[in-house]
Structure formats: structure tokens, C-alpha cells
């Protein structure tokens, strides 16, 4: 941790396709944050296209940058994701902060992108009272400080990870399990592409899927769609498919040593969706709302039963939860179930914190031994880095 009373930190984020930087005080106190989003210029493609990410980053990050520093005085460290996510978009986010740290005569601080997800519930806006969001499960007013929420069960699911993670304590992380191939919002992402619902493939089938279970019977008003809120019991119907769980085999080679019981698998369940649609293309709008009902029901139910097992094999102080997908309304509402069902409490992050942000770079940096001078410097993009690894 750096020393000094009030420590201001400005973090930077380019490791996809959000360019962010926010100024965040003593870890938690967001002061400013700024997040452009390429989304509309990946859409056409249906994904991220590398290419036009790190361009798009080079053309915005001084403006974003200009923007979260208004209004803000000293500065007393440099924060930046150098790890994991796409190298060339990583670059131009580094290679910002060193000039930054350089001019500023600040110390850098290098923060991984999956560990920063998880520090997003202990962020709070200034002037609000920084209480996280507990999904409506139990709030406790012990846990609400990052130390005292330890041990901890952390989740991160985004678009590129889905990953388990015991936390003994602040900033110690210890995978315990993960996706063998696709990522949950990959699996979304990718189902919306086959079906032509458009691109990020997550809040379309969310707001689909929610439609479906309140019975709805226009799909195109959105704004509409995304107000109605899931219905407490949920059971598929007759007629609806049901998708294989995400359950890879114990004894799999790409285990890599991890439990099974504690991995999951989308790929299959992509490929059952796809042979579905092939067998029985969806007729109408309706049919095509049950059939992302069910295929979103499968990806969370597997989120939901692997945090339910790690959930019962240690006594955790809190459930963490961090990452795009963590958006979803369903998922939300069945690890709340999940969470109310162990006695632990979940921890969310605010909306606008779920997605890539800038400030949980700077506010984890907190925690982080920081460097300075020559090595800061020599710091590079570790496009495939761990939580964890140093
Ligand atoms: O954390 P994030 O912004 O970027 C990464 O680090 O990957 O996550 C983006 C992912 C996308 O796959 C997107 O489809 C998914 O989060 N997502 C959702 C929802 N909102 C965004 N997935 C499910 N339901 C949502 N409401
Ligand atoms: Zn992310």
C-alpha cells in the first residue's frame, strides 16, 4: 500500500475495447471516471477487431485522459492494466501511463485486468455513502472494506475470463477455477451472432430472455424490454430446449491440475445451439426469445452451481463478484439465491463498474506494490497474465 493520508491514483485501461481513466482516492473513492466505448465501431464486424482497437485507443486516450484529470489537483501514482487482453491495445495504455508517470514525476503502478474486476463492489462514488450493491441478498456492514471481507470467493466473468478465485487476503489470488475455452460473455456473444440479434451478444439476450419470461410479444423496443425484471421462479417449459451444462470431464488434460467439479465448458453448448437452430430455425420473434431464455439459463445455471460447490467446500466472509457478464439480471438473481443459501454475503459492483472501467485499476493500484524510475519504465504487456501471477 502507498503511504500518506489521502493517496489519489489515476488508472488507465486499454486492454480491449474500452478506453478508460479515472482518478480514484485511497482505493475506493471514485473522483472521476471516463470510459469511451468502441462497441460501435466493432459492430459491423460482430467483435473486436484488434486492428481498429489499438487505433481507436491511440486516437482517444489523450482526450479521455484530459477529461478525468479536470478539476483534479495532485496526483501521486500512475495505475495501468498491462495484463491480460489484446497486446497492441495494451500498448497504447502503457505506453500512456509511463509518459504520464514520467511527466508527473509519479511512480507506476501495473494492475491485472482480472484481479481488478474483483475490486469494482468496494467502489463508491464521491459523495455517495459506499455501500456496495448485495444484489438484495444480505448486506453486512463488516465486509464492506476490501481487508475485512477476507477470505474471500471471487468471480470474474467478462467477455474474455471466467475464473474462480480464492482471496486469503486483499490482493492474494488463487485460482481455483475457470472456463476450458470459450468465456461466458463469449457464449453470449457468440449465440446473439448466430441468431442476428447484433453485437455485444450479453444485454441483447438479457433483455430478450426477460422479455420471453414476462411474456412479451414485441422484441424491438429495448428501453421496454430492459425495465421488466425476472420473475422469482423460473422453470423451463415444455417445448423449450434444454442445453447441456457446461460440465467438462474430470481427468481432461486442459484441466491443467484444476478440479472439474470447479470448471465449466461453453463450447459444447455453442455448437448444441447452433445444430438447434439448423434442426429447428426459430419461427418468429417469440421461439427465438425462448430459445436465448434457454440457452442464457444453461450458462448461468453452470456460473451459479460451480459458485454454489466452492461455496460449500470453504467458509468464505464474502462472494465477490466482478466482470461484463455480472451485468445480467438472471445472474444476478441466482447468486444472490446461491449466496442467501451459504450465509455469505455477495458483493456487486454498481452498473457502470460491472463493464471495463479505469477505475478499478486505479483503486486496486492501491493495494499494489508500486514501481518507479528504470524498471517502471521496462514494464511490458503481459497479453496472457493470471490472476495471481506477480
Ligand atoms: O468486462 P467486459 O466489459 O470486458 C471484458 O473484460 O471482456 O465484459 C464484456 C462482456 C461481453 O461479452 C458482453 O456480452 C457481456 O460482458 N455482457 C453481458 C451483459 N452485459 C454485458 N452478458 C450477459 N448479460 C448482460 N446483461
Ligand atoms: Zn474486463
Known amino acids: 500500500m502507498l503511504g500518506g493520508d489521502r493517496v489519489t491514483i489515476l488508472g488507465i485501461e486499454t486492454s480491449c475495447d474500452e478506453t478508460a481513466c479515472a482518478v480514484v482516492r485511497d482505493g475506493r473513492e471514485v473522483l472521476s471516471s471516463v470510459v ?9 464486424y460482430g467483435g ?12 482517444k486516450i489523450t482526450g479521455v485522459v484530459a477529461e478525468a484529470m479536470k478539476g483534479i489537483g495532485k496526483i501521486d501514482a500512475v495505475a495501468v492494466t498491462y495484463g491480460p487482453g489484446l497486446a497492441s491495445s495494451l500498448l497504447v495504455g502503457l505506453n500512456a501511463a509511463k509518459g504520464l508517470s514520467l511527466a508527473l514525476g509519479v511512480p507506476l503502478i501495473g494492475v491485472n485486468h482480472i484481479e481488478a474486476h474483483l475490486h469494482t463492489p468496494f ?10 450493491d448485495t444484489g438484495g441478498s444480505r448486506s453486512c456492514a463488516t465486509v464492506l472494506a476490501p481487508e475485512s471481507s477476507m477470505p474471500a470467493l471471487g468471480l470474474a466473468v467478462s467477455g474474455g475470463h471466467t475464473t474462480w478465485m480464492d482471496m486469503p487476503a486483499y490482493g492474494e489470488y488463487r485460482i481455483i477455477g475457470q472456463t476450458l475455452d470459450d468465456a461466458a460473455g463469449e457464449a453470449f456473444d457468440k449465440a446473439a451472432k448466430l441468431l442476428g440479434l447484433g453485437y455485444p451478444g450479453g444485454p441483447v439476450i438479457d433483455r430478450w430472455a426477460k422479455g420471453f419470461w414476462n411474456g412479451a410479444t414485441d422484441f424491438s423496443n429495448a428501453a421496454a424490454l430492459k425495465s421488466l425484471s425476472y420473475p422469482v421462479n423460473i422453470r423451463l417449459t415444455d417445448g423449450m430446449p434444454r442445453f447441456p ?5 474430470a481427468g481432461t488434460a486442459a484441466l491443467a491440475g484444476l478440479d472439474a467439479d470447479m470448471c465449466v465448458s461453453f463450447s459444447g453448448l455453442k455448437t448444441a445451439l447452433l445444430y438447434h437452430v439448423r434442426r429447428q430455425p426459430p419461427a418468429n420473434e417469440a421461439e427465438k ?18 459458485t454454489a460447490t466452492a461455496l460449500k467446500r470453504r467458509r468464505y466472509k464474502a462472494l465477490i463478484v466482478g466482470g461484463g457478464v455480472s451485468l445480467n439480471g438472471r445472474l444476478r438473481a441466482r447468486l444472490a439465491e ?3 443459501a451459504a450465509d455469505v454475503p455477495l458483493l456487486l459492483a ?3 463498474y460491472c463493464g471495463d ?4 485499476i486505479a483503486g486496486l493500484a492501491y493495494w499494489r506494490r508500486n514501481v518507479s524510475g528504470d524498471v517502471a519504465l521496462s514494464i511490458d504487456v503481459e497479453p496472457t497474465l493470471q490472476p495471481g501471477d506477480a
Open 36 to 44: 469511451y466505448t468502441q462497441i460501435p465501431l466493432h459492430q459491423p
Open 48 to 59: 473486436v477487431v484488434p486492428e481498429v482497437a489499438s487505433r481507436a485507443h491511440i486516437e
Open 123 to 132: 467502489l463508491f462514488d464521491t459523495g455517495s455513502t459506499g455501500a456496495p
Open 245 to 249: 451444462k457446461g460440465h467438462p470431464r
Open 289 to 306: 426469445a425462448g430459445l436465448v431464455a434457454a440457452y442464457q439459463e444453461a450458462i448461468v445455471g453452470t456460473l451459479a452451481d460451480r
Open 338 to 340: 446461491v449466496a442467501a
Open 350 to 352: 454498481a452498473p457502470k
Open 357 to 360: 472501467n479505469a477505475a478499478m
